[in-house]
């Protein structure tokens, strides 16, 4: 299993700023995932965090509006650019060596405003 | 591309059995997962089918039938603090099974 702390754990932020949150893990994971989370509602893949190397955005998501960033084995960051307020949500980060067990971060809720 | 579906919410009380059901359409299938999720928490793993049939955990036991794009999730002597959203998820044979798809979630709510 892997332990994982997300920071900011909640943030009110102001249209056209940027956030960038970070996601450490306490021990080696072969991947790496950004997750939004409306509440109440499903997670939807941002993208896959390589280790790196850009990382591998879903349809939807683009690099200059979600930059994430992986320098190593157990450290990530995603950037929420030119923030707006349909970008408030929760973000969550997960590590695991096999996709199918995944183990999640606390979260960033963000609020927009 | 995927979908899965489950019911939005169940209720039951304390002591009973509940299933909650995933169904799913998917170009490729590499087994199905289930995540707890209490309000205000991170999603926790909770079991994982590769294979048809049922696997137990515990008070948690899953099941899937390939054959009929078909799973669930049984819970045993409910707790209060079973209370959650459960999400069923599979991997994505586009990316070489290297990320899950989420269900639509399941809200379970236990009441004495």
């Known amino acids: 299993s892997a332990v994982i702390s997300q920071k900011p754990s909640r943030d009110i932020c102001q249209r056209g700023t940027s956030l960038t949150i970070q996601c450490q893990v306490d021990?080696?994971?072969?991947?790496m995932f950004w997750y939004r989370q409306q509440p109440g509602q499903s997670l939807t893949l941002i993208a896959t965090?390589?280790?790196?190397?850009?990382?591998?955005?879903e349809s939807g998501f683009v690099i200059d509006k979600f930059p994430i960033s992986r320098p190593n084995l157990t450290f990530s960051t995603l950037t929420v650019s030119n923030m707006s307020p349909e970008d408030s949500s929760i973000y969550l980060c997960?590590?695991?060596?096999?996709?199918?067990?995944?183990?999640f971060g606390p979260g960033t809720r963000l609020t927009v405003t | 591309g995927q979908s899965l579906e489950q019911p939005s919410e169940v209720t039951a009380v304390e002591g009973a059995i509940v299933q909650i059901n995933c169904t799913y359409q998917?170009?490729?299938?590499?087994?199905l997962s289930w995540y707890q999720q209490h309000d205000g928490g991170a999603p926790t793993f909770l079991s994982y089918?590769?294979?048809?049939g049922l696997e137990e955990t515990g008070r948690f036991s899953s099941f899937l039938s390939r054959s009929d794009s078909y799973g669930y999730l049984l819970l045993q002597e409910l707790q209060m603090k079973d209370s959650a959203s459960y999400f069923c998820a599979v991997r994505d044979r586009g990316t070489g099974f290297q990320k899950l798809v989420f269900g639509t979630g399941t809200r379970l709510l236990v009441s004495p």
């Open positions: 089918n590769g294979l048809d």
């Open positions: 021990s080696q994971v072969t991947m």
């Open positions: 997960s590590g695991g060596t096999d996709s199918y067990e995944q183990y």
């Open positions: 998917t170009s490729g299938f590499y087994g």
């Open positions: 965090a390589n280790q790196g190397s850009e990382a591998t955005y």
